[in-house]
């Protein structure tokens, strides 16, 4: 079965300094991952993914997210953290496996602190 | 190119009545999942249709149902509505044939039972 798991409720960084929202995940077979952002009242916005290959993805508005097989961990990272960066971040995994849902996480809020 | 999109943004019920909700998919996206999310919290799988068959179900009662139509469009049906089904509900399209493509979210109905 496919798991996923977001250690931290609340993150809270301040403006100009980086970020990090933690995922991990578990699967049967060869993860692809995602992580997604949702600002209030809107639904939720694809940032970036990992199917294979580089370990590093970037994806939008600065974000990156490193896939560490070892660990099964998707970190979510930005080097320089906005205001307008704060939101509800969820990790979401699915198996390689066709017919597999998607999981997401319980997601994470970030607040960044001018 | 348009996004997902659903109708309408906002629903009002009373208990037991019946409530229908609408979704369009992308243009070319065969595979349309519903969510419900409750208080701004996790996502909570519902339903997924592919090429017009429902392919997999969350844990909700039956009264929670839904269709897929000829033109990928969907339908989530929730009957004998209760004060706990008010929430937030997401549908998400995707290129169902290829796994490692992302989900799609449109901006939700938010379903308010009185």
């Not at chain 1, 100009?16 to 692809?32: D, E, I, R, W």
């Not at chain 2, 348009?2 to 009545?17: D, E, F, M, N």
């Amino acid at each position: 079965a496919q798991s996923v798991a977001q250690p931290e409720d609340q993150v809270n960084v301040a403006e100009g300094n980086p970020l990090t929202v933690k995922c991990t995940y578990s699967v049967s077979g060869n993860p692809y991952l995602f992580w997604y952002v949702q600002y209030p009242n809107r639904g939720l916005q694809f940032l970036l993914k990992y199917i294979t290959g580089d370990n590093l993805v970037k994806g939008s508005y600065g974000f990156e997210a490193e896939f560490n097989k070892s660990q099964t961990s998707f970190h979510l990272k930005k080097p320089s953290a906005l205001v307008s960066d704060s939101a509800l971040y969820f990790c979401a995994v699915r198996d390689d496996n066709y017919g597999q849902n998607f999981v997401f996480g319980p997601g994470t809020r970030l607040s960044v602190l001018p | 190119e348009a996004g997902v999109t659903q109708s309408p943004t906002h629903l009002i019920k009373t208990r037991g009545q019946q409530a229908t909700l609408r979704c369009s998919p992308i243009s070319g996206h065969t595979s349309v999942y519903w969510y419900q999310q409750a208080l701004g919290l996790g996502l909570q799988f519902l339903l997924w249709y592919d090429e017009g068959e429902e392919r997999n179900r969350g844990n909700f009662p039956p009264r929670f149902s839904g269709r897929q139509f000829p033109n990928y469009s969907s339908e989530l049906n929730v009957n004998a509505l209760e004060l706990e089904d008010s929430a937030l509900y997401l549908c998400a399209s995707s290129l169902a044939h290829r796994g490692n493509q992302p989900q799609h979210f449109g901006d939700g109905t938010r379903l308010s039972i009185l």
